[in-house]
């Protein structure tokens, strides 16, 4: 009340700026007035965890007070935790732009995750939500987080959504949101990591710069699931080649799937992917240099060595002079079965209406996740996290676009540096980063190239280490992947942890 009381007198006299920000505990008050709190107990990691969730509005004031956004959370704190000190806090968040937090939510991290079946591929409505046996709660408490315009989280009356659509916009709404977050729940003491997905990860290497040189919050742990850190290795520009031999490892992986290899190169995965890496990184990456240079007879070789590794003809490869878009690949593979391959995972097949054409009409592998997880979001959070809103929630929007890259304009954006800087500055940081084999949206291959490429100080590159899996850009829909993961985050915490204890 005194708040209240503060704030009213505040406007009945004009007070000055400085009054108003110092009254800002009001707008703490209208949040928590928002938030829906429940209590839960699950058996997580073969233990009985008993936990507070909470889903509500967090409101963005700018560094004056002034309110610019309310954006929407869901919390999962452990209960009975004494001391913040001893429990690990972790911020998580998708990619997009435009994305929601929904996929790592309810897919691996959160205590409830969509059953896809044992691979992946159950998709019939409406869809089922169960228990996720193997969520993270047991290893740090959890804050998912919708950047504006994604989820509930909109801009408050008189703001533009446009001023949180880029690079460095994102970057500053979200670091803001966890450093208020952190501050109101007490939360300074507590070892803290980023987990982010896809774009997600650009934006968590963006803030390991931010809430370190601004807010002069270190961060112990980050991990990157799907990275894409530099973004030169993904765009298929006329004069930019650095995507077409990044990709050709995973071009390489989706053909084994689908059986399309010579049988030499279909009897073991991973020998046949370090493989198609030395050949990507050596003969392919010099002929791709070469250009109009090469002779006939080189040209000839390089298609044929193409065709071997991506299960394409060599007249395929050669009429695409050796370059072989993402699209033009998930097209042709299987175009004699009339089916193509999915981008986020190219383990799934679509049906286009022509079996002719450059590029799919659709990717199967989004629409294969896009019903479960919006059904199940919506119902979730209303029926069991008691939150109510009319409001549709974005689970994967194009209302975020354009997306402005502000000082990477006429530049590819590469935010492995900031990371790089980040880990110089604070050398007990870890990093994680966990690749699917069948992603064709984030492929390994350009992340191994990204971290190489990093220059970071020798003393530092073991902080730094990589996972793989036999699925795609979300690896945790498949179920022997999502165990996997688990083990692999429970081990990565722990050494993160001890990182922190060790003088």
């Known amino acids: 009340m005194r708040f209240l009381a503060a704030l009213v007198l505040a406007c009945v006299l ?28 699950k058996m997580i990691g073969g233990r009985e965890i008993a936990y507070t969730a909470t889903a509500g509005y967090l409101t963005l004031p700018d560094y004056e007070g002034k309110p610019r956004a309310r954006m929407f959370y869901i919390a999962y704190t452990r209960t009975g935790v004494d001391n913040p000190a001893e429990r690990p806090l972790t911020f998580s968040f998708n990619g997009g732009p435009g994305s929601s937090s929904v996929w790592l939510h309810l897919g691996a991290l959160g205590p409830r995750r ?16 169960v228990d996720n046996e193997h969520a993270w709660l047991d290893l740090t408490d959890l804050v998912f987080i919708d950047p504006v315009t994604t ?23 979200v670091g803001d949101f966890i450093r208020l977050w952190t501050t109101r729940e007490a939360r300074w003491a507590s070892p803290k990591f980023l987990v982010g997905e896809s774009y997600g990860t650009t934006r968590a290497a963006s803030l390991s710069g931010y809430l370190q040189e601004t807010h002069g919050m270190y961060l112990n742990g980050i991990l990157l699931i799907s990275p894409i850190l530099n973004f030169q290795t993904a765009r298929f520009d006329v004069g930019n080649d650095e995507p077409f031999w990044n990709f050709l490892p995973t071009y390489t992986a989706t053909a084994f799937y689908h059986g399309r290899l010579e ?24 002929a791709l ?21 991506t299960g394409l003809s ?10 072989i878009s993402i699209f033009n690949f998930t097209k042709e593979l299987l175009r004699a079965e009339r089916r193509t391959v999915g981008r986020l995972d190219s383990r799934f097949k679509g049906i286009d209406r022509l079996a002719i054409g450059n590029n799919p009409e659709w990717d199967p592998s989004m629409i294969a996740i896009e019903g479960p997880y919006t059904a199940a979001l919506n119902d979730y959070v209303r029926r069991e996290l008691g939150f109510e809103s009319d409001l549709p929630y974005e689970i994967l929007t194009g209302r975020v676009q354009p997306w402005s890259y502000g000082d990477y304009e006429n530049r590819y954006a590469n935010l492995a540096e900031t990371m790089r800087r980040a880990m110089s500055k604070n050398p007990s940081l870890k990093v994680l ?10 492929p390994f291959f350009a992340a191994e190239q990204t971290a190489a490429q990093m220059q970071l100080d020798p003393e530092l590159r073991g902080n730094m280490e990589f996972h793989y899996y036999e699925s795609g850009h979300m690896m945790y829909i498949r179920r022997h992947d999502l165990e996997k993961l688990k083990i692999d985050i429970a081990g990565f915490y722990s050494r993160a942890l001890e990182a922190a204890r060790t003088p």
């Open 263 to 286: 049988p030499a190169l279909q009897r073991n995965l991973e020998a046949t992917l370090e493989e198609a890496r030395r050949w990507a990184s050596t003969d392919y990456l010099l």
């Open 151 to 173: 989820g509930y989280s909109r801009p408050v009356e008189g703001v533009r959504g446009s001023e949180f659509h880029g690079v460095r916009q994102d970057t500053q709404a």
């Open 289 to 309: 240099s070469k250009g109009d240079r090469l002779t006939p007879r080189e040209r000839t070789e390089i298609a044929r060595a193409l065709s071997r590794y």
């Open 114 to 129: 969509v059953d896809m079946g044992p691979e992946g591929f159950d998709q019939r409505p409406p869809f089922a939500l």
């Open 433 to 442: 980063w966990a690749c699917g084999y069948y992603d064709l949206a984030t």
């Open 14 to 41: 004009g007070a000055s700026p400085d009054v108003l920000a110092r009254s800002t505990p009001d707008a703490a008050a209208k949040d928590r007035e928002a938030l829906s709190v429940t209590h839960h107990t």
């Open 314 to 323: 060599p007249e395929f490869c050669e009429r695409s002079n050796l370059r």
